[in-house]
């Protein structure tokens, strides 16, 4: 297996690498139940919780600033490839649309066929974190999120929400869907937060 799908990561790629990681040829598609098919005509996406609640249409993400990303993509399943090249807006951006509660610590996201996984502000309203909605230069396709998924670079990909469809945002931690199975909440690749605790 090991060659022929993966393989060790050269010297000049190391430090890009997190440890325990090997890098993919292909783009693995990794997903728990059913892939959502979601067209943009019908695709929403809600914000509630401590922010004032507001729904947001297809057409209303395409008018936002768009934006190229190359980023490092890295699964907690100890597969990693460098460069992924996506299109897409900028969470930055984006919350600038959101009136926010002041004493909303945490995020929750949401996504169609009822997949969560949480995150603290500090880790979501970041630069370089975004909603991609395609993968190099073609439409998002539904095995790897489409029409829209969030991407957070700097931690395992678990926490890039396929299928993304809101935003619930809160005073406390909730821990989202593999968080409750033994994930461990945060994912700092470069920490192997793997599994448990934070």
């Known amino acids: 297996m090991l060659g022929k799908f993966f393989k060790k990561p050269e010297a000049a790629e ?83 649309l959101v009136e926010l509660d002041p004493k909303a610590t945490h995020v929750v996201q949401h996504c169609y066929g009822g997949y969560t996984t949480n995150l603290p502000l500090e880790d979501f309203v970041r630069e370089e974190n975004f909603f991609a909605h395609q ?31 809101g935003l619930e945002f809160l005073d406390r931690d909730e821990p989202g869907f593999w968080e409750r199975n033994g994930y461990h909440r945060r994912g700092d690749p470069w920490k192997e937060e793997r599994y448990g605790g934070y």
């Open 14 to 96: 190391s430090d890009r690498t997190p440890p325990g990681q090997y890098l993919t040829n292909g783009f693995p598609v990794l997903t728990y139940g059913d892939t959502p098919q979601i067209s943009t005509d019908n695709w929403q996406f809600r914000v509630w919780g401590l922010a004032k609640p507001k729904t947001f249409s297809w057409s209303d993400f395409m008018q936002m600033p768009q934006h190229e990303f190359t980023k490092d993509f890295h699964c907690v399943t100890r597969w990693s490839k460098l460069d992924v090249q996506w299109t897409g807006i900028k969470v930055t951006d984006f919350m600038q």
């Open 135 to 165: 993968l190099f230069g073609e439409l998002l396709p539904p095995d790897h999120g489409g029409p829209m998924r969030s991407v957070v670079p700097h931690l395992y990909a678990w926490k890039s929400a396929k299928w993304i469809n």
